[in-house]
């Protein structure tokens, strides 16, 4: 939990190769399926339409900023997909993004282009060995917070 509280399950964390601020292309933050509901236990949710048409965004807070993300793109893959990458030109981009839209189980009414920021929350699942469940967001709207 926030405020250093100890939690048995640890946290919910960004991953090591992405810039702390969210500027990359592609940040991916990382969480466990608790079976008690907590951390990313709800992301299984987008496996359905219905999920997603109830829960199509989430507001991201951080201590310098609110983001809006605009999920687009939701599917269970295997830790050696693409699901993951960090580095791209700009023709892998807006490759990758084609690539992890057509995965989907749901359809969004929305797509990111190639000038956005994407933002990935990863959990497992276990429909197969190493099998991993992502929800791809983009962000749709970025209030900066000033420092006071």
């Known amino acids: 939990m926030a405020m250093s509280s100890f939690n048995g399950a640890g946290c919910i964390f960004l991953d090591a190769y992405c810039a702390s601020d969210f500027s990359d292309r592609h940040s991916i933050l990382y969480?466990?399926?608790?079976?008690?509901?907590?951390?990313?236990?709800d992301l299984m949710g987008y496996k359905d339409q219905s999920f997603y048409e109830e829960h199509p965004?989430?507001?991201?807070?951080?201590p310098t900023a609110y983001y809006k993300i605009q999920f687009f793109s939701g599917y269970v893959a295997h830790i050696t997909e693409n699901a993951w990458k960090?580095?791209?030109?700009?023709?892998?981009?807006?490759?990758?993004?084609?690539?992890?839209?057509?995965?989907?189980?749901f359809q969004a009414d929305c797509a990111p282009s190639s000038e956005d920021i994407v933002i990935t929350l990863s959990t497992c699942t276990y429909e197969f060995a190493s099998a991993r469940?992502?929800?791809?967001?983009?962000?749709?709207?970025?209030?900066?917070l000033e420092n006071k």
């Open 86 to 105: 960090l580095r791209f030109n700009e023709d892998e981009y807006t490759g990758w993004l084609n690539e992890i839209q057509s995965k989907s189980c």
């Open 57 to 62: 965004v989430a507001l991201f807070v951080t």
């Open 133 to 144: 469940f992502v929800l791809h967001g983009y962000v749709s709207e970025l209030i900066t």
């Open 31 to 41: 969480g466990h399926h608790m079976n008690d509901g907590s951390m990313f236990y």
